[in-house]
């Protein structure tokens, strides 16, 4: 996300005005820019001199647009648009998802996560409005919504990822959204409309990542993100960006999944610890250990543990709950094997596995099988196809798993311990099942 120069296109057009004006007007210089920037959106985000450049014409990147008419519009008390400072600046490569269309989410989303992730951190609470005209959305559609939210977030977090299980949580997102376009209700209720979108689209959005649809799971928790930000609730919003950070490690983005996790703490920076927040500091683990930054990582994976030992009641929401300390052992474990430090990651990995117990199959499949990982580079072939013999439980539709699977049988097949034999015969087996 730095920008050395915040070069994306010259003006022909000469000096920036609009720009011009503003900061002489605030009695900025570029430098006092520069920083009030860093300061939203994370140190580093940009160098010193790149307002320099577009004072002179030089237009900066999609997100820097919006940001910089956000801190002159704030500082100057009035409403300074894009546009004024930027004319005819909509590119392909905007954020555009029709969220709360009559007829659903846009088909396809040309966007970038880190865009949607800086309008959702520097964009005041949009608070949806009352509506008047159209059928009455009474109590009972409100809790028949929710205890949809509730039924699919249970049945994804039991493992199902099946693609009929992504259509109806498609189908009840875009019945939400039509009751939000076409119904009649109050300011109470049209808030809670967007909340209940805001999780189904989420929920979608993560079935999408586990099928590894990751331009479709992109565009999902960006319709979230949209719908979040109209509610007000910074805990939700700060986890659907680091979701999106996610998708963007599993997709081997990493230096993109780490500017949205530095945006998802900044965003929920002043709130009181809670799972979330110890998931997002896992996340950033991950993205130290695959940079091979152990100092950092364990900074990271130490301050995961406080964040969840010292969440109150409160704080715990039905999107959060799933994150318990087997859990943060399992994520921590994955990052020492990215590391390389073998005994480390087979002890977490296994304190994990066993802290899950029987709940979320899915993801203790995915530790044993870091955990059968783990062994065979430490040569314990007979333990590592215990593990790996282990994950072999349905997981019907996870896409991660098959992968993790499929990777494992290559490993096993190098063997020829009797062992490693039987599981590259068993891992085969299960994938032509599964």
Known sequence: MRETCGVAAVSTSGDNAVLVDGLARLGWSPDRLAREINRVCGPGTISNKAPYHW??????????????????????????????LWPSTRTPSDVHVVWSSADGPAQSWFGDAVVAAIDWLVTPTRRPAQRHDGPPVDAA???????????LRALGEGGDGSPLLTEWGIHDLRWAQRLLVKGSYDKETALALVRVIAELAHLVGWLCAHANQWEKA?????????????????????????????????AGETDKADQLLKIARK????????????????????????????????SRVDEAARLLAGARPAAITPWNSWI??????????????????????????????????????TMRALYLASLAEARLRLGRIGGAADAALDALTPHRDSAWCRARLARLGVAFAESREVAAREAVLRIGEWLTAN
């Open 141 to 151: 559609m409100l809790a028949a919504l929710q205890d949809r939210v509730d039924q």
């Open 324 to 361: 318990s300390s087997a859990v943060l052992r399992g994520e921590a474990g994955r990052a020492w094997l990215d590391l390389g430090l073998l005994d480390e990651a087979e002890r977490d990995l296994l304190a994990a596995v066993g802290g899950l117990g029987d709940g979320l199959p």
């Open 267 to 298: 965003g929920c920076a002043g709130l009181p610890p809670s799972p979330g927040l110890a998931l997002m500091a896992t996340r950033q683990a991950q993205v130290h250990a695959l940079r091979g930054e152990l100092g950092p990582c364990r």
């Open 55 to 84: 004072m002179r014409g030089v237009k900066p990147r999609v997100p820097m647009r919006s940001v910089v008419a956000m801190i002159l519009s704030e500082h100057l008390c009035e409403t300074i648009d894009v546009n004024d």
């Open 218 to 250: 992109r565009k999902y928790l960006a319709i979230g993100l949209d719908a979040v930000a109209r509610s007000g609730d910074r805990g939700l919003g700060g986890y659907i960006v680091a979701c999106l950070g996610y998708v963007c490690l599993r």
